[in-house]
């Protein structure tokens, strides 16, 4: 049997907003979350740009971890 694992589609940016309504977090912490670097931002185009949430990134992160989880049979 192979595993098969399940990665969330959308879009491929996100306001901090977005990101925190659509997975049940606080601003504050996906604020945090990006300071510690487990959220990527997407380079801004113009200084004082909004800020969005690199989903792309985020998919892969969420891939490599299912992959690795232990809980998954190889």
Do not use: H, W
């Amino acid at each position: 049997m192979t595993p098969q694992i399940a990665i969330p589609s959308g879009a491929d940016l996100m306001t901090y907003e977005e990101f925190a309504s659509l997975y049940g977090y606080g601003l504050r912490t996906v604020k945090q979350m990006v300071a510690d670097g487990d959220l990527l931002l997407m380079p801004r185009k113009k200084d004082g740009g909004a800020a969005r949430i690199n989903m792309v990134a985020f998919r892969a992160r969420l891939l490599a971890q299912g992959i690795n989880c232990k809980y998954v049979a190889a």
